[in-house]
C-alpha cells in the first residue's frame, strides 16, 4: 500500500511562509489524487488543497485561495503545499492524503473519503 510522509511544518509569525512535503512511496501507480487536508484539536479534519495527478488540475479551498499552492513532482511522487501570507487560523496539524478514485468533483477532492492514504501529520502554527 502506500506510504505517505509529510515534512516542512514548523512555527512562524503571521504573515509569514512554510513549505510542506509530502513524499509517497509503496504502490503509487494507481493514485489519482493527492490532497493536503489540516485538523484543529477537537475538529473535523477539512480540505486545503488537492491535485488531480495525471491532469495537473488545482483545488482549493476558499479560505487559501490566493495564499497557498499545491504543486507535484511525479518523478519524485512528491506533492508540497507553499503556504504563504500565513494567519493564525492556519495553525493546525496538516495531513498528506492520497486515493485511487478514478475522478472526482471539486466538492469531492476535498473531503475526507474517498482518500484511503494518510500520512501522519505535520503541525503547523502561526502566532499573531
Known amino acids: 500500500q502506500v506510504q505517505l510522509v509529510e515534512s516542512g511544518g514548523g512555527s512562524v509569525q503571521a504573515g509569514g511562509s512554510l513549505r510542506l512535503s509530502c513524499v509517497a512511496s509503496g504502490g503509487t501507480h494507481n493514485t489519482n489524487y493527492m490532497a493536503w487536508f489540516r485538523q484543529a484539536p477537537g475538529k473535523e479534519r477539512e480540505g486545503v488543497a488537492a491535485?488531480?495527478?495525471?491532469?495537473?488540475?488545482?483545488y482549493y479551498a476558499d479560505s487559501v485561495k490566493g495564499r497557498f499552492t499545491i504543486s507535484q513532482d511525479n518523478a519524485k511522487n512528491t506533492v508540497y503545499l507553499q503556504m504563504n501570507s500565513l494567519k493564525p487560523e492556519d495553525t493546525d496539524m496538516y495531513y498528506c492524503a492520497a486515493t485511487t478514485t478514478p475522478v472526482m468533483t471539486a466538492i469531492q477532492a476535498l473531503r475526507v473519503p474517498p482518500y484511503e492514504h494518510w500520512g501522519q501529520g505535520t503541525q503547523v502554527t502561526v502566532s499573531s
Open positions: 491535485i488531480w495527478s495525471s491532469t495537473g488540475r488545482i
